[in-house]
C-alpha cells in the first residue's frame, strides 16, 4: 500500500523512528494479508501515524489571563495560585517550553487539585489529558506491553497523546498516591522516566519500541498524601500543598459556584432559589467537617432535591427562601458541634491537634487513674510512635513527681491512657505535650481549660521538638471553637502559611520546654533546671549508681 508510505513521510516523525515505520511497512507488504502478523503490523503503524510527532503551535503565554483563568476557577488557595503562575512565567522566558519540573498538588480530597490542573490547560491554552493511577499494579499499563503478546495495547500515556491529538497538552496524572504494587511489576518505578525531564526526551513504550520525547508535555500529578509515594518517584516532582478552606472561603465558595452548578444539575433556575447566609453557614458549620467542600455540595444537592416540589409550585416571579429552619427540616438536626471546645472536663483530659490526609482533626487524650501497681494502659489504636509519646510523658511526670504538687501516688495506682474514636488508626509523635499535660493534669487534680488545643513531640529530656501540619491543624482549631493553642517554638515560621481569618481568632503561644508546657496548661511553677532547651547546657549530674 503505497498510500501508507505517503502518510508515513508526511506525519513529521524523527529520522531514526520513520526509518523504524518504513521498516514495519515494508514487512507489511510482504506479509499474506490472511496472516495474522499482517493485522499486527498495521494496527502498529495505524498507532504510529495517530500519535502527534510535533509540537502544536501556542499562543503566547498571558500570565493576567491565567491569573483571571485561576481566580474565576477557585476563590482563595492565593499562595498555589502564585506558585503556579511563576511556574508559567518561567515558560513564558523559556519561549513556551516546559521549566524543566513536574508538579504535584497534594493535599486533602476535595479542595480542588483536579480543576486546578484544568484551569492550568485553560489558562495556557493547551488540550487538557487525565489518566487516573487509582489501584494501577501493573507496570505495561504505563509502558505498554511488548508486542510479541496477544492483546498487546500501548501503555497510558502513549494512549492518552494519541486521544488528544497533542504532543504538548498539559497531563494530570490523577491519585499518583493510590499507585499499587502488584506481581506484574511496580508502575510506581515505570514512572520514574516518565517524569524524568533528563530522560523523557526518549521514552521508550514497550509497544512503540522507538524513543518518544515526553519533553513537552506539562505534567501534573495529584496526591492525598505524599506517604506512599516512593522516595525516587517523589524527588522529580516539585510539591505544592494545597490545604483546606476557612468557613467564610466555603460560604464564597457555596453562593458563588456550588449553589449555580447543583441548581444547572437538578434542572432548577438559579434565579428562583435563594439561600439566606446563616443557612449556608449552618450546612457548613453543623453538617459537614472536612477540609475541602465535596461534602458540602452533596448536601446542597440534597436541601435543593427537597425543595424541587416547592419549585414547581411556584408562580411567576416567586422566589423560593431556603433558611436555617428548612435546612434543619430536611437535614434532620446537626451532625457536627461547631463548639466542641465549651464542655466541662475531669482532670486528666486534654485537647490536642491532629494532621490526616483529609485534613486537620482535634483529639482528645484522656487518663484514668485506678488502684494499682503503676502499670500503664494505652489504648484508642495508636500505632508504635504514638504509644512511645505516652510512655515518654510518664516518663518525664514520673521522674519530677517531687517538682509537681499533687497526691496521686503512681506506685499505688494503674493509669489508663486513651484517645476517643477508637476505631481510627492514629500515629505519630505530634500528641507528645498533649499526653505530657494529661497525665500532669490528672496527678495534679487541675483542669485544663478544653478551649486550649496543643501540638508538639516530646523528647525524654523535656525538650519540645517541631511538628508538620501546622495549617491543617490552625484551621482544624478555628474550626472547633479552640481559643488558644500551644505549638513548638521551631513552627512558627509556618504560621506565615495559615490563612490571617484562623489566626485572627487564635492566641497562639510558643514553647521549647516541656516546663513551659506544665507552666502554660497547669499554671504549675516548674523548677527551669528541670527541662533545658536544645543549645542550653548545665553542669552535669553525677552518674546514677
Given amino acids: ?27 507489511l507488504a510482504a506479509t499474506p494479508t490472511q496472516s495474522p502478523e499482517h493485522q ?14 510535533q509540537a502544536e503551535d501556542l499562543d503566547e503565554i ?41 508538579l504535584i498538588l497534594t493535599g486533602p480530597p476535595g479542595v480542588g487539585k483536579t480543576s486546578i490542573a484544568k484551569s492550568i490547560a485553560t489558562a495556557l491554552g493547551r488540550k487538557f489529558v487525565r489518566a487516573s493511577l487509582g489501584g494501577v499494579r501493573d507496570d505495561a499499563e504505563i509502558r505498554g506491553h511488548r508486542r510479541t503478546y496477544i492483546g498487546a495495547m500501548p501503555g497510558k500515556v502513549i494512549q492518552s497523546l494519541k486521544r488528544t491529538e497533542a504532543k504538548n497538552p498539559v497531563f494530570l496524572l490523577d491519585e499518583i498516591d493510590k499507585l499499587g504494587r502488584g506481581f506484574s511489576g511496580d508502575p510506581a518505578s515505570a514512572l520514574l522516566e516518565v517524569l524524568d ?30 506517604d506512599s509515594i516512593p522516595p525516587a518517584l517523589l524527588d522529580r516532582m516539585e510539591v505544592i500543598q494545597v490545604s483546606g478552606y476557612t468557613f467564610s472561603e466555603k460560604l464564597h465558595i457555596a453562593k458563588n459556584h456550588l449553589l449555580a452548578k447543583q441548581c444547572d444539575a437538578l434542572g432548577i433556575d438559579r434565579k428562583i432559589v435563594k439561600f439566606s447566609d446563616e443557612a449556608l453557614l449552618r450546612l457548613i458549620t453543623g453538617y459537614t467537617r472536612e477540609a475541602g467542600v465535596r461534602n458540602l455540595q452533596r448536601q ?57 490526609p483529609v485534613g486537620g482533626e482535634i ?9 494499682g501497681t503503676g502499670k500503664l494502659t494505652i489504648t484508642g489504636q495508636l500505632g508504635d510512635v504514638m504509644k512511645e509519646s505516652a510512655q515518654i510523658a510518664m516518663s518525664i511526670v514520673r521522674s519530677h513527681l517531687s517538682q509537681i504538687p499533687g497526691g496521686l501516688n503512681f506506685d499505688k495506682h494503674d493509669i489508663h491512657v486513651h484517645v476517643p474514636s477508637g476505631a481510627i488508626p492514629k500515629d505519630g509523635p505530634s500528641a507528645g505535650i498533649a499526653m505530657l499535660s494529661t497525665l500532669a493534669s490528672l496527678f495534679t487534680g487541675k483542669v485544663v481549660d478544653p478551649h486550649l488545643a496543643m501540638t508538639g513531640e516530646l523528647t525524654l529530656r523535656g525538650a519540645v521538638m517541631p511538628v508538620g501540619g501546622i495549617k491543617e491543624k490552625l484551621l482544624a482549631a478555628h474550626r472547633a471553637g479552640i481559643q488558644k493553642v500551644l505549638l ?43 527541662f533545658l532547651p536544645e543549645g542550653h547546657s548545665h553542669t552535669l549530674a553525677p552518674p546514677l549508681n
Avoid at 525531564?197 to 520525547?213: I, K, R, S, T, W
Avoid at 483529639?363 to 488502684?371: D, T
Wanted: with cysteine.
Fill in 1 to 27: 500500500d503505497d498510500d501508507l508510505a505517503v502518510k508515513i513521510s508526511a506525519a513529521g516523525m524523527p529520522e531514526e523512528v520513520e526509518k523504524a515505520a518504513m521498516a514495519e511497512w515494508k514487512k
Fill in 40 to 53: 499486527i503490523i498495521r494496527n502498529y503503524l495505524d498507532l504510529m501515524l495517530q500519535l502527534p510527532w
Fill in 62 to 102: 498571558d500570565l493576567n489571563k491565567a491569573r483571571a483563568q485561576l481566580d474565576q476557577d477557585h476563590y482563595g488557595l492565593e499562595k498555589i495560585k502564585d506558585r503556579i503562575i511563576q511556574h508559567l512565567a518561567v515558560m513564558k522566558l523559556k519561549n513556551g517550553q516546559s521549566s524543566g519540573s513536574v
Fill in 197 to 226: 525531564p533528563e530522560q523523557n526526551g526518549a521514552f521508550m513504550d514497550h509497544y512503540l519500541d522507538v524513543p518518544y520525547d515526553l519533553s513537552d508535555v506539562f505534567f501534573i500529578a495529584t496526591a492525598n498524601s505524599l
Fill in 300 to 356: 446542597l444537592a440534597a436541601v435543593l432535591r427537597a425543595s424541587t416540589e416547592k419549585v414547581l409550585d411556584l408562580k411567576a416571579g416567586e422566589v423560593l427562601k431556603i433558611g436555617c429552619r428548612d435546612i434543619t427540616r430536611i437535614l434532620g438536626p446537626e451532625k457536627y458541634q461547631q463548639e466542641v471546645a465549651g464542655r466541662i472536663v475531669p482532670p486528666g483530659v486534654v485537647t490536642g491537634l491532629a494532621w490526616t
Fill in 363 to 371: 483529639l482528645f487524650v484522656e487518663a484514668k487513674a485506678m488502684a
Fill in 488 to 530: 513548638p517554638l521551631k513552627n512558627k515560621p509556618d504560621l506565615r502559611d495559615v490563612p490571617k481569618e484562623a489566626k485572627s481568632g487564635l492566641e497562639i503561644m510558643f514553647v521549647e520546654t516541656a516546663e513551659e508546657v506544665l507552666q502554660e496548661v497547669l499554671q504549675l511553677e516548674m523548677p527551669p533546671a528541670l
